[in-house]
């Protein structure tokens, strides 16, 4: 059951970074603006905005600060309003990229997803061409204070579908649905959940064993996930542990 993700590693690496930085509190701000919009704004009574809002919180986003997203997502504050676009393309190497956004300005953010792809190697698919290889699933990530052993006898019995290795702690993946109960399984077992949200997970894997090809599509996804539009960027590239070894900690 238990695998070993290079390229979810690398994501969450980057998430820390991003922390560090402050990018990623006004990315889970606008998250939770959106999902008050579409779904309003009970936590209860709107499972998408509640799964933003704790995601907000195990970030350590400020309380008043998530609040008073949701207030400008139901109109009770003036705010922008954002559009959920996903766009499809590709990487050097033919990895496939799907790249979530929520912008206020359409044409600029495809207008700036085609340039950054066309002048990194990459290249803008047409709708659909990338989407099919993709699911969308639950994460959990949990700390390593607990064994593989402990999580995964929760997990088996709440939804749970895989637990993978990450280096500094364990991810659990389930069917978005599972998603809240699985995380509440398993904080009621004593194991501390660090974050938990819905993701885009590749079907099946991509093996780039070049290590200049890897490096040209890490640096991509990283120009990408900088633009302040973009809330997540997946990818199904499969990179080995010889050739992350040859490129050095990322």
Not at 33 to 48: I, K, Y
Not at 63 to 84: C, F, M, Q, S
Not at 170 to 178: A, H, I, K, L, R
Not at 196 to 210: C, G, L, Q, R
Request: glycine residues 8%; aromatic residues 4%.
């Amino acid at each position: 059951m238990s695998g070993h993700s290079k390229w979810a590693t690398i994501k969450h690496k980057k998430g820390a970074t991003d922390a560090k930085r402050g990018k990623l509190f006004a990315k889970l701000i606008k998250q939770v603006e959106v999902a008050a919009r579409q779904g309003g704004g009970d936590v209860e009574s709107n499972p998408t905005l509640r799964t933003m809002f704790q995601k907000a919180r195990d970030n350590s986003v400020p309380l008043d600060t998530i609040e008073r997203a949701v207030k400008r997502g139901t109109g009770e504050l003036e705010g922008v309003t954002y559009e959920p676009i996903t766009y499809e393309g590709y990487a050097p190497g033919g990895v496939a990229l799907l790249i979530e956004t929520l912008t206020d300005n359409r044409n600029r953010s495809s207008s700036e997803m085609r340039s950054l792809l066309s002048k990194n190697g990459g290249s803008l698919a047409e709708p659909g061409a990338v989407a099919w290889q993709f699911e969308r699933k639950g994460a959990i990530k949990v700390d390593r204070s607990a064994t593989e052993d402990e999580i995964m006898m929760v997990a088996l019995e709440h939804g749970g579908e895989d637990v993978a290795d990450l280096e500094e702690l364990w991810q659990v993946t389930c069917e978005p649905g599972d998603l809240l109960s699985l995380r509440a399984a398993l904080e009621a077992s004593d194991i501390k959940v660090l974050e938990a949200d819905s993701s885009m997970v590749a079907k099946n894997m991509v093996p780039v064993e070049d290590a200049s090809v890897v490096k040209s599509v890490l640096a991509l996804v990283e120009l990408l996930d900088d633009n302040d539009d973009v809330q997540d960027v997946h990818s199904n590239i499969d990179i080995s542990d010889d050739v992350m070894a040859a490129l050095g900690d990322i």
